[in-house]
């Protein structure tokens, strides 16, 4: 028999590394091409003119210009360049 009582496991101690997801550049932003805009899951914000997204669903610059957040058709919210 043993003398103390033997520790049990707990169900606690994980957690998933934080993505750092959101926005990087804010509207009116000069950028020039290849500035990650937004970091997202999921299509929250779709890419408009002078924006592309890659595999994860992140938004990139592809054209230099000013950064321009608006709304589009069904109400989403879009992510165009402005050029200079």
Known sequence: MATSK????TGNGRDSQS????VKI????VVN????????RGTRIHPGRGVRR????TLFVVAPGVIKFHYGTKGRKYVSIIAP
């Not at 033997?6 to 496991?9: F, H, I, L, W």
């Not at 091409?33 to 997202?40: N, S």
């Not at 890659?54 to 669903?57: C, I, L, N, S």
Request: proline share 0%; aromatic share 4%; net charge negative.
């Open 6 to 9: 033997s520790g049990g496991s």
């Open 54 to 57: 890659a595999g994860d669903d």
């Open 33 to 40: 091409g290849g500035e990650i805009i937004v970091r997202q």
């Open 19 to 22: 993505k750092r997801l959101g």
């Open 26 to 29: 804010f509207d009116g932003h």
